[in-house]
């Protein structure tokens, strides 16, 4: 069941919509295999509507599913390591720095290390599904700044964050930092997180309480981030990699497949902020995006959409507009994100609100919208 502080769905607690229930996926550090990629289309294909949707903190969710798909569901997604620990479903978000292990150290094991961590702590099973842990190799990406917790990997060093502040620490062994940041997660849970407020920063006190509890006191704020990857192909010490996007955030179960048919054996993928995937290759540059663009998915930033996100629009039930439909390029505004209520769900970091007001009206910045629609071809 839902509560008021965590209306975000997991693998045992849906989120009903118009147009069925919606599961949410967590890939910790947004890393998948192709095995579990291909077979998260599987899913969506099977149970839901055939789609999978990246969200803002590079999880998943497969939605339209049907009444009593849920224990099937969740049980195929735990035989697929997907979902380990059903008390801690909605805890386990984690967001890594996208880039890291391309031509520099890997988080990898930082992020693995993090949530065993976070799973075999009773207490955190009251996470809910807003609160953020942030891993970041110096790289950005991983929205160190809006997250509740952070390690920030400088050199041989980890630093502990605590709702986007410095706390002090830097930890030279990668356990004393995931230990940190499990100690600064149960101090949240004890001074109201999962009960009286979803984040560390809307409690009273914030970062400065949490701290406090564990004997640090917080400092400097985490530099801003920096938002979505550009699109396109890049070499990193000799490996090629494609940031492909989603349009709208939505892949067919089928690009799902394309895309994990691309990436090099023994690779991960990593998801991202507005809708990129990360794929480092298999195939020549050249031809994977090709086979991508013809697919339907976004591999240049010359492509009118790469700025463009949207919500679930009508398929929720708060919805004003169909803004996956209305969801355009608008002149003066290089990234947008569309929103059917002013919730403004899966809002990339660097994106401009675009809120709908009615069925054909819109705000953004609390102004009405309609200058910028009139220039949208
Ligand atoms: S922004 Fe509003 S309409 Fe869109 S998914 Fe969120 S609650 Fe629903």
Do not use: K
Request: hydrophobic fraction near 45%; include cysteine; aromatic fraction near 2%.
């Amino acid at each position: 069941m839902q509560s008021a502080v965590d209306a975000c769905p997991g693998m045992i607690t849906l989120h009903p919509a118009r147009d069925g229930d919606v599961a949410r996926i967590r890939l910790p550090g947004g890393y998948v295999t192709a095995r579990q990629w291909v077979a998260v289309g599987a899913l969506a294909r099977e149970f839901g509507d055939g789609n999978v949707d990246i969200t803002a903190r590079g999880n998943v969710q497969v939605r339209g599913l049907r009444p009593g798909t849920c224990a099937p569901l969740a049980s195929r997604a735990a035989r697929l390591g997907l979902l380990p620990s059903g008390s801690h479903d909605r805890a386990r978000n984690i967001t890594a720095s996208p880039l890291a292990g391309l031509g520099r150290p890997s988080l990898r094991g930082m992020v693995r290390s993090l949530d065993a961590a976070i799973v075999a702590e009773p207490v955190l099973a009251a996470l809910p599904g807003r609160f953020l842990f942030a891993v970041d190799d110096g790289t950005g990406g991983a929205a160190l700044a809006r997250s509740d917790v952070g390690l920030r990997r400088i050199g041989s060093r980890t630093q502990l964050f605590i709702a986007g502040q410095f706390a002090g620490l830097r930890l030279p062994v990668q356990a004393a930092a995931v230990s940190a940041a499990i100690d600064a997660a149960r101090a949240a849970v004890g001074l109201g997180v999962g009960t009286s407020a979803s984040r560390i920063r809307d409690l009273p006190g914030g970062g400065r309480a949490v701290a406090a509890v564990i004997g640090l006191a917080v400092g400097p704020s985490a530099p801003p981030d920096d938002g979505r990857l550009p699109l396109g192909v890049s070499g990193f010490a000799g490996r090629d990699v494609l940031v492909a996007g989603a349009r709208l955030g939505r892949l067919s179960a089928a690009q799902v497949t394309l895309t994990g048919s691309l990436l090099r054996r023994g690779d991960m993928l990593r998801l991202a902020t507005a809708g990129r995937i990360v794929i480092p290759l298999s195939a020549a540059p050249a031809v994977a995006a090709g086979i991508l663009a013809d697919a339907g998915l976004l591999t240049s930033d010359d492509d009118p959409m790469a700025g463009v996100g949207a919500c679930s629009g009508m398929a929720c039930s708060r919805s004003l507009s169909d803004v996956r439909a209305a969801a355009r390029p608008l002149p003066g505004y290089a990234r947008t994100h569309w929103a059917g209520c002013a919730r403004g769900c899966g809002a990339p970091n660097d994106a401009d609100l675009v809120i709908a007001t009615g069925p054909d009206s819109f705000q953004i910045g609390g102004q009405p919208a309609d200058a910028a629609l009139a220039g949208a071809s």
